[in-house]
């Protein structure tokens, strides 16, 4: 309470310069800053703690700008408050490699939390933090330490509250009783579509009601920042809610063009800029302008925050002497390098070919069963398929509220409902808060309805694990409307994205070892229903180069490239192959992402020139071209059936691997075939 | 109301048969057919009107099984009322090439309306169907001929009602005021993980009262057949919303395991089908046995349907003499063959070289202004992105209830708001219904965003076109976030989907030409925000051919395979090559899977062995070697700058191209390389 004329000072200077932000760059969202900043400044000035010194201080309070398009406003608030953030990087909003990009990138960005504009993901997202900030807390909160208590603030707007990754994260928060998590809702009535009563006129606050919030209305976002202030601190005092804010405001306030569409998502015209800078006691003609009683005010609350850090250290100081494991695994883990516990790839588990046929799946369960006790920081859970997914370690505390009795707040096993993106969109805030491995199943056709969270997994390089099971037609009986055919090549083709489809236990292994260890790239582990044996030459060194010589043959007319639950087969069609007289080699091929990676030669010597070499792979061929001369692989949709009866449909059997193979070595007989990895230039990476 | 011995004998004939099935399959899901067969028994016997012998009439009220795992509930009704699912299809459940596969599929089975099990579709198909319904009474019904008024019933679960593209849909359908819809909500409390206290505990009914839904509860859905007639009855009644009707029952009624998870995904024991068969009165050593009275039962509502479509039929016909004009139109569109107005492609935009420069998004534009008069079927809209989409013609009228005075039933024009993955569901359920052409708006990076409901176009031959703008980096500030890269790939990688990326004005004609006569394959257009030149040799005819040479020269060194909106970039590419003394010819790709379907001679002249083949496209390069021996693209995320300063910053301009051009040239000088097209064998499709 006890606003002055230095607080709407700051305020109209945040709106100032997302007005001139945008009119530098002749592109831009004015309208969400110009209407949101009086409510982030009673966030950001009278109860967030942080220190712009260190952005990665584990307890600060997070801020999502879930409406990412009006990131100036967040762009302008870190500046304010003293972020590495310059005048200079806001006059190059939205040029190429300004960190103050068109949307916001949490890699890039000092104080940016996590990325967002896709629509729907911040909120999510803060779900995801909101959820790490209790578990870390569960964890490592002991008696007179209360080391883990920060906020997260979500500011969303009409269009992610239409977003159905959105629903779900606030029936996921409802459930979760997460009272840490303050949401607030930007009601300024309009989208892109203009008016919101033309799509979107149902009940927002009823519907968060209905999830199980604590709900709010400030009726004038505009003016009324006692309001703001009262409400957000009701918020903080509903311990066993999440809170949502509906707070009513004026996009692109003081503006000729507030309170229409004309002023979301385009600069204001120089005249209307000019107006409102003398609206706002600022010179018509001046841009980028901070009057110092702003800059004074701002330093103020992070000169606070980073006294508060400072305390903080000195108390994780005494709690690490008290509590010597508990606070060496915190230490570890905020390591900016993110190593594991020592030793920890020992535990990994390691097949013999004499070792039974396991589904990749089960494999998966084994690994996670023998690591989760030596890396505390994996934190596991499915979209409503855990028994099918076997992403649950037998004695798995689920994370939920005590109240329900089913599960605490340490609990490492997350039930996310059936809730693919938001599961996708949590990880990606748990990932981001800096104390968890977030790892989640669902059937790997099923990453699809996640593909705009797990996009960000990758460009905002989250180690975030995604456990696909059930990950071709060997799914068998449940049908067409379950088989991936696209689903690989889709994630193969999205920039920092590690596809794994190991071919047994080992193979397994090695994913796990580089989705663990990779602490800046996500993964998508492709797994099987079915039983798969264990591979001679499979071993974890030889997995974890993405592709390698499962069966050598120097004198070999082809090279098989497989992956998966067809490697098995291939090694299977090479007798075939040697009963017609075509000596065959086999290459293993779980990772192509981490095979680019390794040096030419190498790939030269797993695929060498000189024969042509077939791809096998029971879903789209499309990609396989760079790894091979002829692919064999289902262009079409698949079949329901047990899954032996659907794979002999699709030939693919030993028989029907070597047909294909044979009329491949015909096909290149007297032709001098280059490998297909040896390429005339390098792409752009 | 009065139900008699029979009517349990109906219910309970259908619990055995998918017990049986199940049994038999020794797979498949009974605990959603035994708990909803009463439910589905008075919504088949008592509400739906529809004729078995013809599946295909219009005016029939539709049933969707949104949670199609329970799809032996939905098969056993076929097989009882008639339709041509025989006994033997029940036996063949789950195996390869039954009609009875482990989900539904529309396109194999009759009565099957959409196809279900990815959870949330089915629902939000609904919500298209309902639409689809009270447009084509909009434009068709007149005084005294109330053709149109069917109703929707759509059967979900818990876990359709926590995913995210059902809240979208429901939000929407609230907002339409859609009182043809229906939906039953088979609230048993188990999903796969169990209760579903473990992660879904919000107050379902209210919120869909939040969306503007009418709601009503039967608590008890196991016995209350008369309750729940009467809740049906009620929803029918209220006439200005969509109602929810949440049935509580018991999921897999009869079954030792009844209310548990162990009956939701897996057979019953043998002894536990033998108990259930003798509580249900059958024969415990039987199997897949109908009694004649049940027959007898549900005979007796499909003659009813048969005799309503027949009073249809002669209501038609008198229509058709009054209004001639219409009934010819609604005779047209429900022609198996689905074809166009005569002469409607000669609408299509023509452009010559000389023409100005123009963005593909605008293009599409002028499109849809010219042919929306002459194809009335057509319906466009767009997830809040109207203005950028450019998918609204000048004089469009919105899809609105009359009620809100923003537009009316007949409107062709559809305010999706920001939901894309409802938005592709529910233009999934307008395809379905049979007298409408969805096309759909949103960024091509957020199709991604509806993937899953993507994937069911494709799936079910849904003619849905997906008007996808702002096609790469070329869209330039808004950077990263909202650049595909992957998104291309994924699509192409989908059976039975047409993407189409057009470099011109021609080129978007013939674009808009497939789309529309293809009516069994959906497609997604994509479109540039920036402006392209129109190119010498581009042609309707050319286009259609899905690749074809754009610029000929028989000497050449290597040809460049292009799309959109890099091809006149590519054509600028030759000129600086040809200064260096290499000469190149142009190729123009804008859909290669109607290029994949051209004859091979005719593809083997467009990119022809004995010379380098490069591809240009600015994104990721996957599956570009299937044309190409080296490729030119984008593996990485693109950046925020305005678009000409992108381009820039990854060479996407005539001197990048040409450079690696040159690369390619001496890297196979020498060699006679086989054109990418020639292949040693025909994949499986």
């Known amino acids: 309470m006890g606003y002055s004329d230095v607080d709407w000072k700051a305020i109209n200077t945040v709106r100032v310069l997302a007005v001139d932000a945008t009119f530098k760059a002749n592109s831009g969202h004015p309208g969400a800053p110009m209407g949101c900043a009086p409510l982030a400044h009673v966030v950001w000035n009278k109860f967030m703690t942080f220190n712009p010194q260190n952005?990665?201080?584990?307890?600060?309070?997070?801020f999502v700008l879930s409406n990412g398009h009006g990131c100036m406003l967040h762009y302008a608030l870190l500046h304010l408050y003293g972020y590495k953030v310059s005048m200079d990087d806001l006059k190059s909003f939205r040029t190429v490699d300004s960190i103050c990009p068109g949307h916001p990138e949490a890699h890039d960005t000092p104080g940016i939390e996590v990325t967002t504009g896709p629509l729907g993901q911040g909120f999510a997202n803060a779900v995801g933090l909101a959820i790490a900030q209790q578990h870390t807390a569960g964890v490592f909160n002991k008696p007179n330490y209360e080391l883990i208590n920060n906020h997260t603030y979500v500011l969303f707007g009409d269009g992610c509250a239409m977003e159905g990754i959105a629903s779900e994260a606030a029936s996921t928060a409802g459930h979760l009783q997460l009272g840490n998590l303050i949401a607030l809702y930007d009601d300024n009535h309009i989208s892109i579509d203009g008016d919101t009563k033309c799509a979107f006129t149902e009940d927002v606050m009823k519907r968060f009601e209905a999830y199980g919030w604590h709900v709010q209305h400030v009726e004038d976002g505009d003016n009324d920042l006692d309001g703001i202030e009262a409400a957000i601190q009701k918020a903080k005092d509903v311990k066993d809610k999440p809170s949502m804010i509906k707070i009513t405001t004026t996009i692109g306030f003081g503006s000729k063009l507030a309170g229409t569409g004309g002023v979301h998502g385009n600069p204001l015209k120089k005249d209307?800029?000019?107006?409102?800078?003398?609206?706002?006691?600022?010179?018509?003609?001046?841009?980028?302008?901070?009057?110092?009683?702003?800059y004074e005010l701002c330093n103020k609350q992070s000169a606070e925050g980073a006294a508060a850090e400072q305390k903080w250290n000195d108390l994780f100081k005494k709690y690490s002497e008290e509590h010597k494991e508990l606070g060496a695994d915190l230490k570890r883990r905020l390591d900016p390098k993110k190593p594991l516990p020592e030793g920890w790839e020992k535990k990994l588990p390691i097949y013999k070919p004499t070792d039974p046929a396991v589904a990749s799946r089960k494999l998966s369960e084994s690994v996670?069963?023998?690591?989760?006790?030596?890396?505390?920081e994996l934190m596991s859970g499915s979209a409503d398929l855990t028994g099918s997914n076997n992403t649950r370690w037998k004695n798995a505390v689920d994370f939920q509220p005590p109240s329900l009795g089913?599960?605490?707040?340490?609990?490492?096993?997350?039930?996310?409902?059936?809730?693919?993106?938001?599961?996708?969109?949590?990880?990606?805030?748990?990932?981001?808060?800096?104390?968890?491995?977030?790892?989640?199943?669902?059937f790997l056709n099923?990453?699809?309805?996640?593909?705009?969270?797990?996009?960000?997994?990758?460009?905002?390089?989250?180690?975030?694990?995604?456990v696909a099971t059930h990950d071709s037609i060997g799914l068998g009986e449940d049908g067409p409307t379950h088989q991936p055919i696209e689903t690989l090549v889709h994630f193969r083709a999205l920039p920092n994205m590690m596809v794994w489809r190991p071919a047994d236990g080992n193979e397994t292994s090695a994913a796990y070892y580089m989705s663990l260890t990779s602490h800046e790239t996500p993964s998508i582990l492709a797994l099987t229903?079915?039983?798969?044996?264990?591979?001679?030459?499979?071993?974890?060194?030889?997995?974890?180069?993405?592709?390698y010589t499962l069966i050598e043959d120097e004198n070999a007319d082809i090279t098989l490239v497989s992956t998966g639950s067809e490697v098995s087969i291939c090694v299977e069609a090479v007798k075939v192959l040697s009963e017609q007289g075509i000596k065959a080699r086999v290459v293993s091929m779980p990772c192509t992402e981490v095979f680019d990676a390794q040096p030419k030669d190498y790939q030269l010597k797993v695929i060498p020139g000189g024969k042509p070499a077939m791809s096998v792979e029971v879903m789209s061929t499309l990609g396989w071209e760079k790894y091979s001369h002829e692919q064999f692989g289902l262009n079409r949709f698949g079949a329901s059936g047990a899954y032996k009866d659907v794979y002999k449909k699709f030939?693919?059997?030993?028989?029907?691997?070597?047909?294909?193979?044979?009329?491949?070595?015909?096909?290149?007989?007297?032709?001098n075939p280059r490998s297909p990895v040896d390429r005339a230039f390098q792409n752009i990476l």
């Open 651 to 671: 030939e693919f059997t030993p028989e029907g691997i070597a047909k294909r193979a044979k009329a491949t070595v015909e096909f290149y007989k007297g032709v």
């Open 529 to 547: 229903r079915q039983n798969l044996p264990q591979l001679e030459n499979s071993t974890i060194p030889n997995a974890i180069k993405g592709g």
């Open 406 to 442: 089913i599960g605490d707040w340490a609990g490492r096993y997350i039930r996310y409902g059936v809730r693919e993106h938001a599961m996708a969109a949590i990880m990606n805030g748990l990932s981001a808060y800096g104390t968890i491995i977030p790892a989640g199943g669902t």
């Open 446 to 466: 099923f990453v699809s309805y996640a593909a705009g969270a797990v996009r960000l997994s990758s460009l905002s390089h989250q180690r975030v694990i995604y």
């Open 272 to 294: 209307d800029c000019a107006q409102v800078k003398e609206k706002f006691g600022f010179k018509a003609d001046e841009s980028f302008v901070v009057p110092n009683e702003v």
């Open 55 to 62: 952005p990665d201080w584990v307890n600060r309070d997070r």
């Open 368 to 376: 996670l069963e023998a690591i989760h006790e030596v890396v505390p």
